[in-house]
């Protein structure tokens, strides 16, 4: 049985949290056995959504706490699981992670996240048969978005008649997730079906599809500047003409105009242009996509499709090295120029500060190298701009003089002649480098 915890039942959780040493690497207590006055402090101390306890009789034998998400409170997280050594295998995290989904679910939380660590393998099998996601090239960060699934209004009619547990349908492999962007959802009970794609770049649904319809939304490489392609395909599984409205949105530095209203007899596609603003922000893989959503409304039904953008330059413009602090007097530094578009590109770049031009020709996703003379005379920018792109490169520069600061697009760079300290403004991390040997003394910590 799955319960709330309660604080008169203090005394069996400080039982249970003693008797869990060998589970943990190090033991759990420490060799200090918990009391009933510690769990009861812990507790006044933790800002947890929700503290669940398996219990076996009158035993708490497992736990689990519900938390928000320190980088997004609007996702869910399970900040802590534990069952007894003796009771494991016996489907008592099973029935906490189960409980603990359907409590996100009623918070309505957008995605539900965990973190295990790799010697703890044995329990990735469960995590995935309830909802869960290995994201690719992760310390085991698994991402569930069953909840944000189970709240919306087209899927709803099946999970009232199904359990979404027992009629959940996935292949269980140990191993990340690495499934081409997409984290997929499937299930099926009496010819009755519900299918979600969800979109792993946004974290919104990209593909849905049940025993009456399917939709879905695709969207292309998208470049500053640059239009990005939107696909749509919408499709009729019964004999009944569908009423359909569909209006999509873009957040700001995106620019959209896709409104339609049809009867959807069979099947129809459709296509769009999302307008990508020349000096978008840019951001980073550990920050939000740019996103857009299609609003979309079936016989009175509705669901939105996201599409996440990872919005590139279609050329990047650095510098070798790459952070220019320099000492006095002209120098010659490489500017590396990456096209990161499927074409082959011909063109002009100019440095405004001095007006030396080159000309240049980079194949498909490829990197070329052009020699500019730099006069590192006083700190200050750079400024490049290639013929076409409607944007100004900025590249600092500092004369190295003892130790120096500037700032690079999201990082603070602290330099001297030996050490360079690099503190992402995005969270912290923070790298330390010796220039001499070119080996990170510390890196993300």
Partial sequence: MIKEFEIKDAQKLADMFNASDE??????????PITAEMVVEERKK????STLVAWDADEIVGIIELTEFWRDTNILYVAFLNVVPSRQGKGYGRDLLKACVQKSTELKGKRLDLHTWSGNMKAVPVYKKTGFFWVPKTL???KNFIPLIMNVEAAKPYFEKHDWYQTFKREIRVEEDDLDGVFPYFWEEDDDILSVVIDAESGGIAEFENSSF????????AFAGNPAKLEWNLKNKTDTPLKVNLVSRGEKGIQIEKRESLILEKEYETIGEALVDPDIEIRG??????MVTTDIVIEGVSLSLVSGLRVKRPIEVSSYPEHLFLPRGKHEIPIILKNNQKKRVESVITCQNTGETHTFSIEPEYTEAVQFTIDAAEEGDLQFVIDGIPFVYTLPVRVLEGANVMQKEKEVILENSHFRLVVSLLGGETSILDKRTGEFLSKYM
């Fill in 46 to 49: 933790e800002n947890a959504l």
């Fill in 140 to 142: 085991v960060h698994m």
């Fill in 285 to 290: 893989k550990e920050e939000p996509p740019h």
């Fill in 23 to 32: 589970g943990w690497p190090g033991g759990f207590t420490h060799g200090m």
């Fill in 214 to 221: 399917s939709v879905s939304q695709k969207a292309g490489d």
